[in-house]
């Protein structure tokens, strides 16, 4: 047709012009929606644990209107991560010494310490878009990938969830799928589960995979798979109520390569001369999290409150409450308190400590501390104000509390804090526009 | 035979309990206020993906609000 | 009708002033607390509508259309409201190369868009043809010639017309955001008190027919400008599986194939925003395309 070969916006302005000559304006009015809107979502966090790793982590979020309600998202986010993590070890009377990851070089960690990998530093980058369009009269369909890629670790995936309102979009229905491929190449080789850890001296060069009957494969795969079915219902002119069932199924090398166990005997003591054997835990993992959330409206004020319970087949099972209360101050400021508490069971194969009887009989063991009897608790405080008409800028605040319990404490343990609570704070800076 | 007679009768007083709590619509000019970015589900998309990947990699639980999200070596 | 024949209501925290005119349901959604003032503004709404269906209905015979009509191709003189239309009309005739043509109404009197089979036949559009065409009508303000056989209908911009000019005497009448929705075609004066816009809905034709109360194909928050939609959601005809639209192609005379069924546009006034969908719709399986170089929000429905 005739009218997109001459500049085509050029007849929405010249319609403009004459429409302000029809209707007596001096010039065509202002169009808010002029062009279609990209909200830009931007945040830098900073996060540190006391005496262990730190974290600097931007992230960035397009999302742009592409006209008829589709809509093209993207996300871009980097971590860096650098300081030391618990490598799974307890803490004794005397010193300890680890060799690195097959042959990188070794740590000694002191006397009455929690032995922490100093090695541990990465920076991941990860990227994901999501397509947003109309399916039928009252439904959308959202269509996403995902990829992330580590030093040792990559992971791609694929996302499908359908959307159909109802009841005047008083209600929602959420159907959704997820599956991800992941690969890890633990650095200098994949060490076999339950094995003895070689005792290499501090700064050694030797390869335990050698001797300690590590496995040297360098490529493994994870797959996660997670379908969620949901409705959101409109209860009111002040409230909105979301219920979540989502199951996951996780197979594959689920076991983290890095972490070990200290083997003791009856008294709790290090056993002689091979103290540590690598973790290993089962290649099945399947979950269920029930999640519910209601949001409130009051005068001006909202709370947001979310509960969730979760349990795995690995005999984890959580509660978690999350609390929002946005306090607005006046038109353009809101401060925003925030309270989370969690609390989760140990994995049945969680050992603080191994007895060096029981470690023949055993197919699975762990002493990640995330996967201990556990609870944490989050406290923050978020402040944002608006700037101009579309944008804001916020800081927020938190910290967060971890208390992990030990699944046994064997003889002279007793004198150690095994699994010392865990604090870490978060600083948060927020920038969103829309242009 | 007995006990299916009182599990019958729950899921009715389930199901009348259900319609007589049956609210009214919200009509479309009340969705005023839900429209507000502070009354999404997630009001801040980035708070909530940074918060899901702290939380994902210090606990052990995971999933519940979505599905999907990026894999992590970190748990 | 007399001045007596709208209703209030207060919802929540605004008024809502309903009356019919332009053979639709209008309302008026006003952002103040006191039911005089939202009186008086729904007074005048519903006085101003029915002062431009009157002015420009082609069906009375004491209006200025009809004097047009009539005067058999001598000259007639016009208003200045009138020529304001005219010379919109000759604008949008050349924006869009010649598809929209106020002339193009006595199309009507072969098509009868009824929802049934009855196509007219190639002859009889054939015939009309001649009597189409705006470049066949001399016009200079304040002065008008149409040739004798032609007419002129403002039935495609009038409605919109009417709810920007409503608008204009709200605005000076209140500070308060205001709604005018006549019909669906609709436009609001600015963000509400607390800082949020108007939720408006779209409805999608294909459930309206089956399904009158209330089947919004999606919602959306509107702060500022207009909305307005054009579509065949009633009108239409079908034969051997073909649906032909109510929107005409003035030069061939024939229904524009595979136009959507409904097309919502947001623009700057509600003025705009119809032009906007009606070209949309006369761009047949380009409408989508069309609208994409608009960068304006709109809703295709097909």
């Given at each position: 047709m005739q009218l997109t070969k001459k500049n085509p916006l050029a007849i929405r302005q010249a319609l403009a012009f004459s429409t302000a000559a029809l209707l007596g304006h001096a010039s065509p009015p202002a169009h808010a929606a002029d062009n279609r809107d990209w909200e830009v979502d931007s945040a830098i966090m900073f996060y540190q644990e006391t005496g262990r790793v730190s974290a600097t982590e931007p992230i960035l979020r397009l999302r742009m209107d592409r006209g008829d309600d589709h809509f093209l998202t993207l996300k871009f986010v980097a971590d860096t991560l650098t300081g030391a993590s618990p490598n799974g070890a307890i803490p004794t009377s005397s010193a300890q010494t680890f060799s690195g990851p097959s042959g990188t070089a070794g740590y000694t960690t002191p006397a009455n310490s929690v032995p922490l990998d100093p090695t541990f530093h990465d920076a991941r980058y990860a990227f994901n878009a999501e397509w947003e369009q109309p399916a039928g009269s009252a439904s959308k369909s959202i269509y996403g990938v995902n990829f992330s890629t580590e030093t040792d670790y990559q992971s791609i995936g694929l996302s499908a969830t359908y959307n159909f309102d109802f009841n005047?979009?008083?209600t929602t229905l959420t159907t959704g799928?997820?599956?991800?491929?992941?690969?890890?190449?633990?650095?200098g080789g994949t060490p076999l589960g339950l094995s003895t850890v070689v005792a290499t001296p501090a700064g050694g060069g030797k390869n335990e995979g050698e001797g300690g009957g590590g496995e040297a494969k360098f490529n493994i795969n994870k797959h996660v798979y997670d379908l969620l079915l949901g409705i959101t219902q409109v209860m009111s002119r002040q409230d909105l109520v979301q219920f979540n069932i989502n199951a996951g199924k996780e197979s594959g090398y689920l076991t983290d390569p890095y972490k070990i166990l200290s083997v003791v005997d009856t008294n709790g003591a290090l056993i002689?001369?091979?103290?540590?054997?690598?973790?290993?835990?089962?290649?099945?993992?399947?979950?269920?999290?029930?999640?519910?959330?209601?949001?409130?409206?009051?005068?001006?004020?909202?709370l947001r409150l979310a509960v969730r319970h979760y349990s795995d087949t690995w005999g984890i099972s959580s509660n978690t409450l999350d609390a929002h209360y946005r306090l607005e101050l006046g038109q353009r400021q809101y401060l925003e308190p925030h309270y989370r508490y969690y609390?989760?069971?140990?994995?049945?194969?969680?050992?603080?400590?191994?007895?060096?009887?029981?470690?023949?009989?055993l197919n699975y063991a762990s002493a990640d501390y995330r996967l201990a009897d556990m609870s944490s608790k989050t406290l923050g405080l978020k402040y944002g104000l608006l700037v101009g008409k579309r944008s804001e800028v916020a800081i927020r605040v938190e910290t967060?509390?971890?208390?992990?319990?030990?699944?046994?404490?064997?003889?002279?343990?007793?004198?150690?804090?095994?699994?010392?609570?865990?604090?870490?704070?978060i600083i948060q800076l927020n920038y969103s526009t829309v242009f | 035979m007995s006990s299916r007679v009182p599990r019958v009768l729950g899921i009715s007083i389930l199901l009348g309990t259900l319609s007589a709590c049956s609210f009214q619509p919200v009509q479309p000019w009340e969705h005023d206020l839900l429209a507000q970015k502070k009354m999404q589900l997630q009001p801040s998309a980035v708070d909530a993906a940074l918060d899901e990947h702290t939380y994902f990699s210090k606990e052990a639980s995971r999933g519940g609000a979505g599905a999907g999200g990026g894999g992590c070596g970190c748990n | 009708m007399g001045d007596a024949d709208y209703t209030l209501e207060f919802r929540a925290d605004h008024w809502v002033g309903r009356f019919q005119a332009m053979a639709s349901p209008c309302e008026v959604l006003m952002d103040v607390e006191q039911e005089a003032q939202a009186r008086e503004l729904t007074q005048i709404a519903h006085a101003e509508a029915l002062r431009i269906e009157h002015k420009f209905s082609r069906y009375r015979q004491d209006n200025i259309v009809h004097r047009i009509h009539r005067a058999q191709g001598e000259a007639v003189e016009v208003d200045p409201e009138t020529a304001a239309l005219l010379d919109f009309a000759g604008q949008c005739y050349t924006l869009s190369e010649g598809l929209f043509d106020i002339t193009s109404g006595v199309l009507r009197q072969v098509w009868r868009f009824d929802g049934s089979d009855r196509l007219p036949t190639t002859a009889a559009v054939k015939k009309i043809l001649p009597r189409i065409g705006w470049e066949k009508i001399r016009w200079q303000r304040p002065r008008l010639c149409l040739p004798a056989g032609m007419e002129i209908d403002f039935g495609g911009i009038g409605k919109e017309y009417a709810v920007d000019k409503t608008l204009q005497l709200l605005r000076a009448r209140t500070t308060a955001s205001v709604l005018v929705n006549f019909?669906?075609?609709l436009v609001t004066s600015g963000p509400r008190r607390h800082g949020q816009g108007w939720i408006v809905g779209v409805e999608n034709p294909t459930t309206v027919v089956d399904n009158p109360p209330l089947q919004s194909h999606c919602e959306f928050e509107l702060n500022q400008g207009g909305v307005a939609t054009s579509g065949d959601s009633k009108r239409f005809l079908l034969k051997r599986g073909v649906r032909y639209s109510h929107i005409l192609n003035p030069r061939t005379g024939w229904p524009i194939p595979d136009a959507p069924r409904a097309v919502t546009v947001t623009a700057a006034t509600c003025t705009d925003a119809g032009i906007l969908a009606t070209l949309a719709m006369l761009h047949g399986k380009q409408a989508?395309?069309?609208?994409?170089?608009?960068?304006?929000?709109?809703?295709?429905?097909?």
């Open positions: 005047q979009h008083d799928i997820a599956a991800n491929a992941d690969s890890v190449q633990p650095i002689f001369p091979d103290p540590y054997v690598h973790e290993k835990r089962p290649d099945n993992r399947g979950r269920m999290a029930f999640y519910s959330q209601w949001s409130h409206q009051f005068t001006s004020d909202v609390k989760q069971t140990a994995a049945d194969f969680y050992h603080t400590s191994l007895r060096s009887s029981d470690l023949a009989g967060i509390t971890q208390h992990a319990r030990p699944s046994e404490v064997i003889g002279v343990q007793n004198q150690q804090i095994l699994l010392p609570d865990i604090k870490a704070s | - | 019909g669906g075609d989508e395309q069309f609208l994409q170089t608009q960068h304006t929000p709109y809703w295709c429905i097909r």
